[in-house]
């Protein structure tokens, strides 16, 4: 938990509530404001170094309209994930983006966060369902933009600013969704491989595959023991593991299992297990949940050319990291070993990856981390030429920086 | 800044000339009045204005010392594609200089492993396409210009096309842009990976319609090809049973890779033009595309087709051959240049809907055609609610052309009370800039004008465009006085 612990919270009830509060903050008190959800990513980013007052969406959790024949949903911003899993599944829809913690973390969260997982490879992510969004700034005004239909380019797309921006620009307090099917099939493929080199072959092999995952994700043995016990499936935990998700109508997944298998066996293939739709729901639960951090010294997230993904997991592995990589994105998720208990010790094994990532384009941020450590560790990376942008675009929207201040560590965010 | 302070380009210009033809050489600059009338205006051919000049960049270098140029001079500057836009998102408001990105077209790497390729702005659609055939793979976003539009210009309307409906528009396809600031900063948004840390800059740029800068680079996401097509062609008495239709198959579930509807109207000028062998009896016709695995096309398009007869098609045939298919696709996207057959001039308009509220919409079209005098035809990207209705007229006829202006204010007026907006994919340009205060309210303009300040502070790059307020002197009193011929996506 990083708020001040002395941090007292407001608990609107609507937009209009919101604006009301956001407005009598900035010009009486001028405290800063920490928009909360679920409270499951309060450790991304740095610690607010000044107190405030919480504003809590718990409050704001209605569906607005929901006209499933258009494929859309306008919500408050405060609906929890399951809640809006349920209400979508009555149609036999669904947001395709994987949650973790989602009995807890609400749409605004997720949206503030840009929260994705495993099928983000075959689905995309939040980026590619918002179309539309309501928020109050900081001095209490609201505004719109996008709209509730699937297409539509009038005016600047503050959707896409506001994903990802940790609440630091405005208070999200509804979102229009765009909406997918839900698939009649959802499957796993899990594979064991002796050596990396042999799974990133595979890897390599899926560009010339008849298939089509919706998600291809590499583990290595730490991670895949904890996954694997979460899900409650008997499946190999020992070397390195691959897994390929396959969704779409029974005849799609059934083809598309038993041909990768084939394909696989061609690849080396050490060990293969089919998990069943009926299965399928737990495993990509455990997947998803592999990201939430508890008890560990250190978790990061890196972005990768998906080409160098697994020289980079390689390494981390050789270091003890518990790794998830979404591979087929880059994208990877890692736990530092608990016997890293100084910030010595996590320099020691952050460095190299740090430097790996740079070298192929990419970059490593801090998820959680003991909050003194972030003095030492970039929590965002190096800075990057847009970092000037972003710090202008703050002092557009919050002049007074009152939106969680600090958050991003930007000049403008100084207190 | 006012649009006097900023249109003194005619004192400095003499001066700005000879420092341009040393930043690219004399060949590189245009500036008689003869060269310049060709970018008086894009496929918005309504407003007319010709820049001071024209420069041809074929570097980032270029368009830094280009864009600094200017702003020693205070020199409006607009940067321009192949200007097919039909919003006027490239009309030199104000004069200026005209970034021309034509010469930037270079496919300057392909990585099939890590999905992505970098292009210069000024790369022609197709020719990625072309480039990339047989890789397997293939960038998604394919207007029905995409023969002459390039990729920058894309990026700044956030274009769309016929196969949105399952694969997006071309923001779900950028992973980064260069970009020489309207200070001359160059910044690099995004990149290569599918994350990078802060905001989403690279989102918001796309669909800015170049009031924040000049891409000068574009790092395409590359997606798999699909293993299998069905494209069908289903036949309708009536509109209605079509629009019911296409509510059925989403509603099944299905998303096809496209969902096109042509009204009797226009099916008369395809068939007239390509002979498909289209019916000329039929209200209208659906041009629907399922794609993905071999194992899975025939079974969605038999269900396509069951759900297509159960709200009264006539018949569902099928494009067998991919000559018969590239034939489909070539009638569609070539419509608009069949419409010569129909009237001497025409207009078109981008308007959106809910899905279900098409037939709705399309009523109200028929009626507003007849309540005006105007005859319209319609031909549009169904599965989105994107509209494309087309007003056609003789512009040598001012009456007419007043008729058909209240007829298309009228149209989309109706879009906005239906819940939609007044562009899908064509963009606010300063063609539909005085609808944006209905669709918005004035604290959502004012935001948006903020953001426009972070990187536009000056308004010198692309003034008056987008919003109503861009640039302090509203464009809300250019009064819309010639509609006439526009192609359309």
């Known amino acids: 938990m990083s708020l001040p612990e002395t941090t007292d919270e407001i608990l609107p009830t609507s937009t209009d509530e919101v604006c009301a509060a956001l407005a009598e903050n900035a010009s009486g008190e001028q405290r800063a404001v920490f928009p909360v959800g679920g409270r499951t990513a309060l450790h991304y980013g740095y610690a607010p170094q000044t107190p405030g ?30 809640n809006l899993a349920d209400t979508l599944k009555a149609e036999g829809q669904r947001l395709p983006i994987d949650v973790a913690q ?32 309501t928020a109050v700034d900081a001095a209490g005004k609201p505004f719109h933009a996008g709209g509730r239909v699937v297409k539509n380019v009038a ?26 099917p839900l698939p009649e099939s959802s499957t796993l493929l899990w594979c064991r491989f002796d050596g990396w080199q042999d799974l990133d072959a595979a890897l390599e092999g899926l560009l010339r595959s008849d298939t089509r995952p919706v998600a291809v994700e590499a583990l290595n043995s730490e991670a895949a023991h904890d996954v694997v016990s979460e899900s409650r499936l008997e499946l190999p935990t020992n070397g390195p593991i691959a897994c390929f998700g396959f969704e779409g109508t029974q005849r799609e997944t059934d083809w598309q299992m038993e041909r990768l298998t084939n394909e696989l066996k061609q690849a080396n293939v050490a060990e293969l297990a089919q998990v069943s739709h009926e299965q399928s729901e737990s495993l990509w639960f455990a997947l998803a949940d592999f990201a939430v951090t508890s008890e560990e010294p250190l978790t990061f997230q890196a972005a990768l050319r998906p080409s160098r993904t697994i020289e980079f997991v390689k390494l981390a592995t050789d270091a003890g990291v518990s790794i998830v990589a979404h591979a087929g994105d880059g994208v990877v998720i890692g736990h530092l070993p608990d016997d890293v208990t100084t910030l010595e010790a996590a320099q020691s094994v952050l460095d190299p990856l740090q430097q790996m990532a740079a070298r192929g384009d ?54 | 800044m006012s649009v006097d302070e900023m249109t003194t380009t005619s004192e400095s210009l003499p001066a700005i000339l000879d420092n341009l033809r040393e930043i690219v050489g004399a060949d590189s600059v245009l500036s008689s009045h003869e060269q310049l009338l060709v970018y008086e205006c894009d496929g918005f051919v309504i407003e007319k204005n010709t820049p001071d000049c024209v420069v041809f960049p074929e570097t980032t270098e270029q368009v830094v010392a280009i864009v600094k ?23 030199p408001v104000g004069g200026g200089v005209m970034i021309a990105l034509t010469r930037m077209r270079g496919i300057h790497e392909v990585n099939l492993r890590d999905r992505y390729a970098v292009v210069g702005p000024g790369t022609v659609n197709v020719h990625l396409t072309q480039h990339l055939k047989g890789t397997g793979f293939h960038y998604a976003p394919d ?8 990729i920058g210009g894309n990026v700044a309307t956030n274009s769309g096309g016929p196969h949105t409906l399952k694969y997006g528009v071309t923001v779900n396809h950028i992973l980064g842009a260069e970009v020489v600031l309207p200070d001359g900063e160059v910044v690099q948004l995004g990149g290569y990976l599918a994350e990078s840390p802060g905001y ?40 209605s049973d079509a629009t019911q239709s296409i509510s059925g198959i989403i509603g099944a579930g299905i998303i096809p890779a496209a969902l096109e509807l042509m009204d009797q109207g226009i099916i008369e000028a395809v068939e007239a033009a390509f002979g498909f062998g289209f019916p000329l009896d039929a209200g209208a016709v659906l041009l629907i595309e399922v794609d993905g695995l071999e194992v899975a096309v025939d079974n969605e398009a038999k269900q396509i087709v069951e759900l297509c007869e159960q709200h009264g098609a006539r018949e569902v045939r099928k494009a067998d051959s991919p000559q018969q298919r590239d034939l489909l696709w070539k009638c569609r996207k070539k419509a608009f240049g069949a419409i010569g057959r129909l009237s001497p001039s025409y207009c078109t308009q981008d308007g959106v809907v809910p899905r279900t509220k098409l037939p709705e919409i399309l009523k109200f079209i028929t009626e507003s055609g007849a309540r005006h005098d105007i005859r319209i035809v ?43 907006s007044v562009t899908g994919e064509h963009g606010i340009g300063v063609e539909k800039i005085s609808f944006m205060n209905k669709l918005f309210t004035a604290e959502d303009l004012e935001t948006m004008e903020s953001v426009r300040i972070a990187f536009n502070p000056l308004g010198l790059c692309s003034p008056q465009k987008m919003l109503p307020t861009a640039g302090a002197c509203g464009m809300e009193h250019i009064e819309r006085s010639h509609p006439a011929r526009k192609a359309a996506l």
């Open chain 1, 53 to 82: 007052v919480a504003l809590s969406t718990h409050n704001l959790h209605r569906v607005i309209d929901y006209p499933a024949r258009d494929m859309t949903i306008t919500v408050e911003a405060g609906i929890c994930i399951d």
């Open chain 1, 102 to 133: 989602s009995s807890r973390a609400t749409l605004g969260g997720v949206l503030a966060t840009d929260t994705n997982g495993a099928r983000r490879f075959g689905f995309g992510t939040m980026r590619d369902y918002v179309i539309g969004i």
């Open chain 1, 155 to 180: 005016g600047y797309d503050l959707c896409k600013l506001m994903i990802g921006s940790l609440g630091t620009l405005a208070v999200v307090t509804e979102v229009t969704l765009k909406l997918k």
């Open chain 1, 362 to 415: 990419g970059d490593l941020i801090i998820f959680d981390c003991a909050e003194d450590w972030k003095q030492s560790i970039p929590v965002f990376g190096e800075r990057m030429t847009h970092w000037g942008l972003m710090d202008k675009i703050k002092q557009q929207l919050d002049p007074n920086n009152l939106l969680n201040p600090g958050r991003f560590g930007l000049p403008a965010e100084a207190i």
């Open chain 2, 69 to 91: 140029l200017c702003n020693q001079h205070q020199i409006p500057f607009v940067p321009r594609g192949a200007g097919t836009s039909l919003a006027g998102g490239c009309l």
């Open chain 2, 143 to 150: 207007p029905s210009s995409q023969g002459a539009c390039t």
């Open chain 2, 200 to 239: 989403d800059l690279t989102g918001l740029f796309v669909g800015s319609e170049g009031t924040f800068g000049v891409c000068t680079k574009v790092i395409v996401r590359l997606t798999r090809d699909p293993a299998a097509y069905r494209t069908m062609l289903g036949v309708f008495e009536t509109v």
């Open chain 2, 378 to 420: 319609n031909v549009f990207h169904a599965g989105d609610g994107n509209i494309h209705p087309i007003l056609l007229f003789d512009e040598r006829d001012s009456e007419q052309v007043e008729r058909v202006l209240r007829a298309s204010d009228e149209i989309l007026n109706r879009c906005i009370e239906l819940g939609g």
